[in-house]
C-alpha cells in the first residue's frame, strides 16, 4: 500500500489514539470488581419491589427501603451487644 508522508502520519496518529484507548479499556477492566448482591430476594419479595418502584419511584423506594433496613439492623445488633 502506497501512501503520503501526510497519510503516513494521519495513520500513525490514528494507532497511538486507538491504542490510547485501548489502554484505557485494560485499565477499566483490570480495575473492575465483581458486583455480589447484598442479599437474594426471593422472587415474591423482588415483584413486591419492582410494584413498590412502579408505584413510588426509585429514589423514594430507595430511601424507604434504606430507612426500614437501618433501623431492623440497628435494633438486631443492639440486642446481640453484651450488656456491659
Do not use: C, W
Not at 25 to 43: C, K, T
Request: no cysteine; glycine share 4%; proline share 2%.
Amino acid at each position: 500500500m502506497k501512501v503520503t508522508n501526510g497519510e503516513k502520519e494521519q495513520l500513525s496518529n490514528a494507532i497511538d489514539r486507538m491504542n490510547e484507548g485501548l489502554d484505557a479499556f485494560i485499565q477499566l477492566y483490570n480495575e473492575s470488581e465483581n458486583d455480589e448482591p447484598l442479599i437474594q430476594f426471593e422472587d415474591e419479595t423482588a415483584d413486591l419491589i419492582r410494584h413498590a418502584r412502579d408505584s413510588y419511584g426509585q429514589e423514594q423506594l430507595d430511601e424507604k427501603l434504606n430507612t426500614i433496613i437501618k433501623q431492623i439492623l440497628s435494633i438486631s445488633l443492639t440486642k446481640e451487644e453484651p450488656d456491659e
